[in-house]
């Protein structure tokens, strides 16, 4: 365990000494500036259905920053280390494959987490600004913060089995970025044609359609299959991840 | 310390290392000597625990390479070819990380980061990014990581490469001192090197072991090659005269210098002529003022069995 720790803290560090976690955090704040503002405008413009919240999470901008994101975080976790070589010095040190695997994706949804602090900061800055005009229905809030993080959860362990993959990270970014793009666009694929197809298909694949669980979670409504649905993926592509990274100790 | 037994690594259908077998004894310095490609670091990767073999038994320490993978990589210090490190961090940083990750706690790991600083002779740029470094500081660093948890165990994938004439001799007092408590297995292609530094020198070559033996031993083997060289000035044909001498088998003339000329003799192996010279000088009223035998150098006993090879 403390070996994982170690790992984790030099993770972490990287992040952080290295402009990426600086430039992610900057283009997720500007972006969620925009999802508010966003938000805003639709309120002003006509009564609506849905609170600041519901319209915040469904801007065009939140999916922008949302496809960005896992790529950026994700891409240099084992590519870098295969390119630089260090990947064997990191092997030949007695460490087990899932500390270095756990270690690396955890420090990924730290990351993560960090940055929808500042979009949190702005819901409560719009309510101290307009001293509680503006409904901020909690449960919502919460709600939204909960999917956004299994989502993160998911979409980073894509990633992750994406920089484990190949020692290139642009390859590595784009897999991901692919990878997640496609999981989102069967949702979206199916709320356009979906007049055309059996209720039944239509029902089963929003079970996994992220824009569906952000109409749910927004709503403020606590639903525990997509909870379920995303960290048992998670796992998966995790337990995959660590299988690449193990296979080159497989015998042929 | 090292078994191996019928170690084998295929690479998608090409054998890198063909059926090696070899034994090392605790504090022995071991040199792998071989062209680039020949297999070396590719055994040295599998007894660092960091691939399996194809086939074959490889043991370090008593623990099979690929069934005890974490203890292996316990007593193992094992450097890698063009010492990969993280740029990003700072000397003392990397040092501090890659011990607590061999193991070591806070008290110990200060002395020991310390204690391979000085080692390795970079604590004057411990505060220094590594992706600042030479090559030469570098490759230092990697070497003061593999001796960090006192491995019983070092294995250096060319250590010196990259060094300066002074850095690896520095390095390679540091290997000696390193005696008796560490073995050793260092690869190289450099022949002096292992000339200088190893007690025993397994060469290989496409994936096969030539030789196994001390340095001294492989070079009297091949006395074929040893060279005499002597700088006389005298009268008469002192070529020819030189050339009647007991196995020597041709003379050259190498340089002429005003009366002064060089000599370069092959002799047949098992013969030591410098005497019989001197006699002859004697006799003949020569002046002499060089001579010297050349042993043959690993280099040549190399390219002998290299180019024996089938």
């Not at chain 1, 197809?197 to 569906?212: G, H, L, P, Q, R």
């Not at chain 1, 960290?231 to 193990?246: C, D, G, N, W, Y």
Request: proline fraction near 4%; charged fraction near 20%.
């Amino acid at each position: 365990m403390r070996i994982f720790w170690v790992l984790l803290k030099k993770e972490l560090r990287a992040f952080f000494v290295s402009p990426m976690a600086y430039i992610v955090l900057a283009l997720i704040m500007i972006l969620n500036g925009f999802c508010l503002r966003a938000a805003l405008s639709v309120l002003e413009s006509a009564p609506s259905e849905g609170s600041i919240v519901t319209w915040t999470f469904h801007a065009m901008w939140f999916w922008l920053s949302y496809f960005f994101v896992f790529p950026l975080l994700t891409m240099r976790l084992f590519a870098e280390e295969k390119k630089m070589g260090t990947f064997e010095t990191l092997f030949t040190a007695p460490v087990h494959t899932w500390q270095v695997v756990w270690a690396k994706y955890l420090a990924s949804v730290f990351i993560y987490c960090v940055l929808w602090v500042p979009s949190y900061l702005n819901f409560q800055l719009l309510d101290w600004i307009t001293v509680g005009q503006v409904e901020m229905p909690s449960g919502a809030l919460k709600g939204s913060y909960l999917i956004l993080f299994f989502m993160g959860l998911f979409n980073l362990a894509i990633g992750c089995l994406a920089s484990a993959l190949t020692s290139n990270q642009i390859i590595a970014a784009v897999i991901s970025f692919t990878a997640s793009l496609l999981h989102f666009l069967i949702g979206l694929f199916i709320s356009v044609v979906g007049r055309q197809v059996s209720e039944t298909f239509v029902d089963v694949i929003n079970y996994f359609a992220s824009m569906e669980h952000i109409r749910t979670f927004t709503a403020g409504l606590i639903d525990t299959r997509p909870l379920v649905y995303y960290t048992s993926l998670t796992l998966l592509f995790l337990a995959l991840t660590h299988q690449v990274v193990e296979f080159r100790r497989w015998r042929p | 310390m090292i078994a191996v037994q019928d170690l084998t690594k295929q690479y998608a259908g090409r054998m890198a290392v063909n059926h090696i077998s070899f034994h090392v004894e605790p504090g022995e310095i071991v040199g792998f000597l071989g062209p680039n490609g020949a297999g070396k670091s590719t055994t040295m990767r599998m007894l660092s625990g960091y691939m399996p073999p194809s086939s074959g038994y490889a043991a370090v320490n008593g623990h099979d390479v690929f069934r005890e993978s974490l203890k292996v990589r316990q007593s193992v210090g094992y450097m890698p070819e063009m010492a990969p490190l993280y740029l990003e961090m700072r000397v003392k940083e990397y040092l501090k990380f890659r011990a607590e990750l061999k193991g070591l706690r806070s008290r110990d790991m200060r002395r020991r980061v310390g204690e391979v600083m000085e080692q390795c002779s970079v604590t004057d740029v411990r505060r220094r990014l590594i992706g600042n470094l030479s090559k030469g500081y570098r490759q230092r660093v990697a070497l003061a990581d593999a001796l960090l948890n006192q491995p019983p165990l070092l294995i250096l994938d060319e250590p010196t490469n990259g060094l300066d004439p002074v850095q690896i001799r520095q390095v390679r007092e540091l290997l000696r001192g390193l005696r008796p408590a560490h073995t050793i297995l260092l690869s190289t292609h450099i022949l002096q090197e292992v000339e200088q530094t190893c007690d025993r020198v397994i060469m290989i070559h496409r994936g096969r072991i030539l030789a196994n033996d001390t340095p001294v031993n492989l070079t009297r083997k091949l006395r074929a090659l040893t060279q005499v060289f002597v700088e006389i000035s005298g009268k008469g044909d002192v070529a020819a005269q030189l050339e009647t001498l007991l196995g020597v088998r041709k003379v050259n003339e190498e340089l002429r210098e005003g009366d002064w000329v060089r000599y370069a003799l092959r002799v047949e192996p098992g013969n030591d002529v410098r005497e019989e010279i001197m006699k002859l000088a004697d006799s003949q009223t020569w002046k002499v003022r060089e001579l010297h035998r050349q042993l043959p150098s690993l280099e040549d006993v190399f390219v002998e069995l290299a180019a024996s090879e089938p």
